[in-house]
């Protein structure tokens, strides 16, 4: 997450990246996916004084990929932890308000981790004792993806006879190519 690495570097903190072992996949838009993991690791490090720590992690836990983005920043009073995820919220801290943005960037993260089936929390010890935001997203296992599929309405021992396949493409030539390699199947 390069755009994130210049706003942490800028204000001289020190990151530490933690990730599971084996690869997890989650099934989702890289895009907006890139985009929740930016804003809150642009959030942990405006809202953490200069030289402050970020940890990021990352586990898999019962087919959910759980990442946690944490700092030793301003922290959030317990009676505001309720309302992080609310339009337009800012929570009131001892960093410069020229710091804070428009109270959208936590709204939207939230909307988007859900629309990728998963779930947002912000956690906090309370104001000065840094903050904690856990996402849970559903995820794959690197040998949950080894096992093969079960061809849709049917058995693995299924005859090939009873499968149609659709080949779409603008091209004549490349459609009846993948036809050629269908049928060789």
Known sequence: LASSRTVIEAHGHCPTVALPAESVWIDGDTVRLTQI???LLSNA???????????????AENAKAIVSVKDDGI???????????????????????SQAGLGIGL??????VELHGGTIEARSDGSGKGSEFLVTLPAFIEQELAQP??????????????????????GRNTREMYSVLLRKQ
Request: avoid cysteine.
């Open 149 to 170: 599929a079960e061809p849709p309405g049917g058995t693995r021992n299924e005859s090939k006879a009873n499968w149609r396949i659709l080949v779409v493409d603008d």
């Open 37 to 39: 993991f930016v804003n």
């Open 45 to 59: 490090a405006k809202y953490t004084p200069k030289g402050g720590n970020i940890w990021l992690s990352a586990y």
């Open 75 to 97: 922290g959030i009073a317990s009676d505001q932890l309720p309302h992080v995820f609310e339009m337009f919220y800012q929570v009131d801290g001892s960093l410069e308000r």
């Open 107 to 112: 709204t939207l993260t939230r909307r988007l």
